[in-house]
């Protein structure tokens, strides 16, 4: 059995208000023309400020918290493999190749990673080991990848591309969330947690149980794993 429990302290700033970013929820997707699909900003761009798809100066792929939801995919590294570009090479049971455009490797130390706009890649390789991050699919708003090289904004660990996770936030309304799969090799998995927001403070906290008999007498698995998130809005530009 495994356990793991991690808590994000980010600071960031940004220029946006809340009005300058469309948010998918508030009109689904296959309801847009192919008009308001192309003016759907993104935040990860090759000017780091929000533009609308159409006018970014570099390729930039979107996954929205709809793709998430339908695609099915529990595993980070499976739900980049669905974008445009990425690559993501199975290794193991949970270790994956990931890279942009054929620049995959257990730890790419040519694509930079960033959740909520921190880098999150390993100081001493300087790649990004997906499968511990300290995050669920489940948490996650949507993903934005830079599709080349962005050295002259976030470095030289982005020669390759730019992985950009931003997390789901606490809302004023609480949200509690559950979810059950199961499948062969008597292989179960459930996730359940809340989010909510009191004042300036939003949080968010997330648990994760999977067990497998796996396919030999010796090759059971289980694994219960805990993530949370707390932030103080400061102005609608700065967040701790």
Same mark, same amino acid.
């Given at each position: 059995?495994?356990?793991? *429990?991690?808590?994000?302290?980010?600071?960031? +700033?940004?220029?946006?208000?809340?009005?300058?970013?469309?948010?998918?929820?508030?009109?689904?997707?296959?309801?847009?023309?192919?008009?308001?699909?192309?003016?759907?900003?993104?935040?990860?761009?090759?000017?780091?400020?929000?533009?609308?798809?159409?006018?970014?100066?570099?390729?930039?792929?979107?996954?929205?918290?709809?793709?998430?939801? +339908?695609?099915?995919?529990?595993?980070?590294?499976?739900?980049?493999?669905?974008?445009?570009?990425?690559?993501?090479?199975?290794?193991?049971?949970?270790?994956?190749?990931?890279?942009?455009?054929?620049?995959?490797?257990?730890?790419?130390?040519?694509?930079?990673?960033?959740?909520?706009?921190?880098?999150?890649?390993?100081?001493?390789?300087?790649?990004?080991?997906?499968?511990?991050?300290? !995050?669920?699919?489940?948490?996650?708003?949507?993903?934005?990848?830079?599709?080349?090289?962005?050295?002259?904004?976030?470095?030289?660990?982005?020669?390759?591309?730019?992985?950009?996770?931003?997390?789901?936030?606490?809302?004023?309304?609480?949200?509690?969330? *559950?979810?059950?799969?199961?499948?062969?090799?008597?292989?179960?998995?459930?996730?359940?947690?809340?989010?909510?927001?009191?004042?300036?403070?939003? +949080?968010? !906290?997330?648990?994760?149980?999977?067990?497998?008999?796996?396919?030999?007498?010796?090759?059971? +698995?289980?694994?219960?794993?805990?993530?949370?998130?707390?932030?103080?809005?400061?102005?609608?530009?700065?967040?701790?």
């Amino acid at each position: 059995m495994a356990a793991v *429990a991690a808590v994000w302290v980010i600071v960031s +700033y940004s220029p946006l208000v809340a009005g300058d970013v469309v948010n998918a929820e508030e009109k689904g997707l296959f309801d847009m023309s192919l008009e308001e699909l192309m003016d759907v900003p993104v935040v990860v761009s090759g000017s780091r400020q929000a533009q609308e798809l159409s006018r970014s100066s570099v390729p930039v792929s979107v996954l929205t918290s709809d793709d998430i939801h +339908y695609s099915g995919l529990t595993n980070l590294s499976s739900l980049l493999q669905t974008a445009p570009g990425m690559d993501a090479l199975p290794l193991s049971r949970v270790l994956s190749a990931v890279g942009v455009r054929g620049l995959h490797d257990y730890i790419a130390n040519r694509t930079l990673a960033l959740v909520d706009g921190r880098a999150v890649n390993d100081a001493y390789f300087g790649g990004a080991e997906f499968h511990r991050l300290p !995050l669920f699919v489940e948490d996650i708003e949507r993903i934005e990848i830079v599709r080349g090289a962005s050295s002259t904004l976030y470095g030289s660990d982005s020669v390759g591309g730019t992985i950009n996770i931003i997390t789901k936030k606490g809302t004023d309304i609480p949200e509690l969330f *559950a979810s059950f799969e199961g499948g062969s090799l008597s292989t179960y998995q459930g996730s359940a947690g809340v989010r909510g927001k009191a004042g300036a403070m939003n +949080y968010a !906290l997330t648990g994760k149980r999977v067990d497998s008999e796996g396919l030999g007498d010796h090759d059971e +698995y289980s694994a219960t794993a805990m993530a949370g998130q707390i932030g103080v809005e400061l102005s609608p530009q700065t967040s701790l």
